[in-house]
T-cell receptor
Framework: GEDVEQSLFLSVREGDSSVINCTYTDSSSTYLYWYKQEPGAGLQLLTYIFSNMDMKQDQRLTVLLNKKDKHLSLRIADTQTGDSAIYFCAENAGANNLFFGTGTRLTVIP | DTGVSQNPRHKITKRGQNVTFRCDPISEHNRLYWYRQTLGQGPEFLTYFQNEAQLEKSRLLSDRFSAERPKGSFSTLEIQRTEQGDSAMYLC????????????FGDGTRLSIL
């Protein structure tokens, strides 16, 4: 079945790196995604990684994928106050729709 | 490219009333998805369309819910005889036809049932 788990909260100081972790269960997932949601808004696609990759870097964002352990992480370098939001990990689990975790609320302390 | 557009942004209604939401996907995106997000949770899949065909419905989509995409462009989601438990954010997303392209979301419609 599809079960995506994330820790609920993360606090970091401005300028530090943030690491948000996610575990998923379905090995048939071909893509894994990170979305950002600000209060009252929809989901903004941040980045995504194909399952045969180990790492993807995009400016301040680094995604690491450990397919053996079904573990995905998102690292945000030089975290800014504007990065405060809820971050969702999602997998496609071989289906047409996405399965989301409960989200990690990132708080950046000035 | 104006992104996925959803209307209204907020809807407040009394229990038992019918409500309808609209989603305009990114132009030329053939696939359109509806999700529901309750407070403190991630989005949950409701249904999706490939052009005008509704290809999949989740068990969350009770018989009070109906979605349409008559011309393969915009879509509507109607909830009949609303209940307290229908209070949620309803999100729409779209992708091109190619599988595994990332889904792009609109800002959602927040429904509050009094």
């Amino acid at each position: 079945g599809e079960d995506v788990e994330q820790s609920l909260f993360l606090s970091v100081r401005e300028g530090d790196s943030s690491v948000i972790n996610c575990t998923y269960t379905d090995s048939s997932s071909t893509y894994l995604y990170w979305y950002k949601q600000e209060p009252g808004a929809g989901l903004q696609l941040l980045t995504y990684i194909f399952s045969n990759m180990d790492m993807k870097q995009d400016q301040r964002l680094t995604v690491l994928l450990n397919k053996k352990d079904k573990h995905l992480s998102l690292r945000i370098a030089d975290t800014q106050t504007g990065d405060s939001a809820i971050y969702f990990c999602a997998e496609n689990a071989g289906a047409n729709n996405l399965f989301f975790g409960t989200g990690t609320r990132l708080t950046v302390i000035p | 490219d104006t992104g996925v557009s959803q209307n209204p942004r907020h809807k407040i209604t009394k229990r038992g009333q019918n409500v309808t939401f609209r989603c305009d996907p990114i132009s030329e995106h053939n696939r359109l998805y509806w999700y529901r997000q309750t407070l403190g949770q991630g989005p949950e899949f409701l249904t999706y369309f490939q052009n005008e065909a509704q290809l999949e419905k989740s068990r969350l989509l009770s018989d009070r819910f109906s979605a349409e995409r008559p011309k393969g462009s915009f879509s509507t989601l109607e909830i009949q005889r609303t209940e307290q438990g229908d209070s949620a954010m309803y999100l729409c997303a779209s992708t091109p036809t190619e599988s595994n392209q990332p889904q792009h979301f609109g800002d959602g419609t927040r429904l509050s049932i009094l």
